[in-house]
């Protein structure tokens, strides 16, 4: 069995031949397409090892003449520059696998034997015309993965579940796994589960008939009928409530469903794409997300990195908002490596978000063409200050001054300082949100049901916050 390797760089190309050879491939050797087309010409082999930027050309943009040379030969492609629009090129070649420097070598060896053994060449997807790549920004190792899952999705209709905290993406995400997929012409529509009353959710999901409750004035389309032919994204999908969680199983099951208030059943063509900031296990065992719609949505799961995890793609990150910024009428500025240092030094407890509106923030309050490190101090303190209001040494001061002034029974200290702090945390969310219950229950990470419910065991007036 033989491989051919095309590297320009002498010392990955050494690395890659040996564990090759300690796999039992005789390994050919060559840092160009012009070299590679002269040894396939010559020689047939067993897989192909190449990178993407040779000495003569981009690799990827010339594998569709291999294809035709050795349209069984399984490809393998590495590259270093590590970008979702460069895995997704990948893809589109139909590539066994795509490797994004730096790479485990072992795995690739592994790898290569798979593809071999396989005799296939069609891993990641089909053999469609290349697409551009949506702006997902970051080359970071937790990126690399995420881009990688995503390619693996785009040619067929399996259901996502896209897992992250708040702020991490996970919209952005779903909107590239439809418009980089074979569904592209068609909709994407996004519903957050969240912000829908429990007793409109179906409605809103499902559609409705003229006169069905009070208030359907005319004939409704649901979400899924408007999805039809592309793409659903069920945002938030950990908040919704027990009934409607039934009535969404077994339409997903039966592929059909009806109106409230119809009698025809309809069938569409939609893909599911959820996704959610809680962990839905321990729901589960509470009984308070189904066990079986669990299963359904989770077929291919993708987990979002915090930017905590993250840390390495900052710097791109605040050059891209600041290019969207003012592409959107603020000022144009650049950013001195001081002042990248810093945000990425920040911690951005609200993730990507977060960062996206502290760069906008800077971008219109700072006047200087160039953001630099003695620019931003002064605004990340005033950042650090206000959070510090709510969070913190503040919080931990007060938690102690309860317990100085409490005496709970033993075995009584947990409950009761729930109890004690959840009356004001509950009043707080409400001040800050004016009164808006579902944005109070949004801040609070709580379905608006729930919160309903326990302003009414806490004795709470709604109201509080419009005062």
Not at 18 to 44: M, N, W
Not at 286 to 297: C, H, M, N, S
Not at 351 to 380: C, G, K, M, S
Not at 441 to 448: D, P, V
């Amino acid at each position: 069995m033989s491989v051919l390797l095309v590297e320009d760089d002498p010392s990955i190309a050494l690395v890659i031949t040996a564990a090759l050879e300690a796999e039992g491939f005789a390994v050919s050797v060559c840092d160009s397409i012009a070299e590679r087309d002269r040894l396939l010409a010559q020689q047939e082999f067993s897989a192909l090892v190449t990178d993407v930027m040779l000495t003569d050309g981009d690799g990827i943009e010339t594998i569709g003449a291999v294809r035709q040379a050795a349209p069984a030969m399984p490809i393998i492609i590495l590259s270093a520059q590590n970008t979702l629009d460069t895995a997704v090129r990948a893809s589109d070649t139909g590539a066994f696998e795509y490797f994004p420097k730096p790479f485990d070598i072992d795995e690739l060896a592994r790898t290569v034997r798979q593809a071999v053994g396989n005799a296939r060449g069609k891993g990641l997807g089909a053999e469609d015309a290349p697409v551009d790549g949506l702006p997902l920004v970051g080359r970071s190792a937790a990126m690399q993965a995420v881009y990688r899952m995503i390619t693996r999705v785009l040619r067929n209709d399996l259901s996502v579940l896209i897992l992250g905290e708040s702020g991490t993406g996970k919209e952005l995400v779903a909107e590239a796994i439809h418009q980089l997929g074979h569904r592209k012409e068609g909709p994407f529509v996004a519903v957050n589960t969240a912000a829908i009353p429990a007793e409109l959710i179906e409605s809103e999901l499902f559609g409705h008939e003229k006169g069905a409750f009070t208030g359907a004035v005319a004939r409704h389309a649901g979400k899924f009928e408007q999805a039809d032919g592309g793409t659903l994204f069920l945002d938030e999908i950990g908040d919704m409530p027990l009934d409607a969680q039934t009535r969404l199983l077994r339409a997903l099951q039966a592929g059909r469903f009806r109106r409230v208030g119809g009698r025809t059943e309809i069938s569409v063509d939609v893909r599911i794409v959820a996704a959610t900031n809680r962990n839905l296990e321990p729901m589960i065992a509470a009984g308070t997300f189904r066990e079986d719609l669990y299963y359904r949505l989770n077929v291919v799961p993708i987990t979002l990195p915090p930017l905590r995890e993250r840390v390495d793609d900052i710097p791109a990150l605040v050059r891209h908002f600041l290019h969207l910024a003012a592409g959107e009428g603020l000022p144009r500025h650049t950013l001195d490596d001081g002042a990248a240092d810093l945000l990425a030094h920040q911690p951005w407890r609200g993730n990507v978000r977060e960062l996206r509106n502290f760069i906008y923030r800077i971008a219109l309050l700072i006047r200087e063409d160039q953001i630099t490190r003695a620019a931003l101090e002064p605004l990340l303190e005033q950042t650090a200050r206000i959070a510090s209001e709510t969070s913190g040494a503040d919080l931990d001061q007060a938690v102690r001054h309860w317990l100085d002034s409490h005496q709970p029974a033993q075995g009584e200290l947990y409950s009761a300082a729930l109890a004690a702090f959840e009356r004001p945390l509950f009043l707080a969310a409400l001040r800050q949100t004016q009164g808006n219950q579902l944005r109070a229950a949004q801040l609070l990470g709580i379905n608006r049901n729930t919160l309903r419910k326990r302003l009414t065991d806490l004795a709470i007036d709604p109201a509080v916050g419009q005062r």
